[in-house]
């Protein structure tokens, strides 16, 4: 399952705004929107589109502008690793692929992947296409993941060498 056609519009219209605004565009399509707290498959707390940790507050009940808020404050901690991490040049595109990516596995996961080996490495296409092997949770594998990790592959194959 790849992209829809929607989706795609919508991170070429965000394009315009730079990585951060293609991650915005992107992660709630990814995640979808939750207003209320609940367990994830791995039993962390998550609301609004995937956000974890101490912003987190089971039995609250999240407005738009919480999780829009919320979202903005993540992505920057993710975007702020990946610039730290890459250390060669990439589009927009391939930085929001990056950052949805290391919002979802965690900046120490994305740190000490292959992905970000092979990137480094000046091997773009076997970076995005190592996304594929991201699909595991406790050794299960885990359909929507394969589903997030074949548009992350998509969009981070944008522009890749």
Not at 18 to 36: D, Q
Not at 37 to 57: A, E, L, R
Not at 65 to 71: H, N, P
Not at 93 to 118: H, M, T
Request: glycine share 10%.
């Amino acid at each position: 399952m790849g992209m829809s056609p929607s989706l795609r519009n919508n991170l070429i219209a965000a394009a315009g705004g730079g990585a951060l605004a293609i991650a915005a565009a992107l992660l709630p399509a990814l995640e979808g929107t939750e207003y209320k707290p609940y367990q994830d498959t791995g039993g962390v707390w998550t609301v609004c589109n995937g956000i974890t940790g101490s912003d987190v507050t089971p039995g609250k009940i999240y407005s738009q502008a919480d999780c829009d808020a919320l979202l903005q404050k993540h992505l920057r901690v993710y975007a702020q690793a990946v610039e730290r991490s890459v250390k060669v040049p990439l589009n927009h595109y391939q930085k929001a692929a990056l950052i949805s990516f290391s919002f979802n596995v965690g900046v120490s996961a994305f740190e000490r992947s292959s992905v970000l080996r092979n990137l480094n490495a000046g091997r773009y296409k076997q970076a995005c296409d190592g996304l594929r092997g991201w699909v595991y949770v406790d050794k299960t594998k885990i359909q929507g993941l394969v589903n997030r990790r074949e548009v992350e592959r998509e969009i981070c194959n944008w522009g890749a060498k």
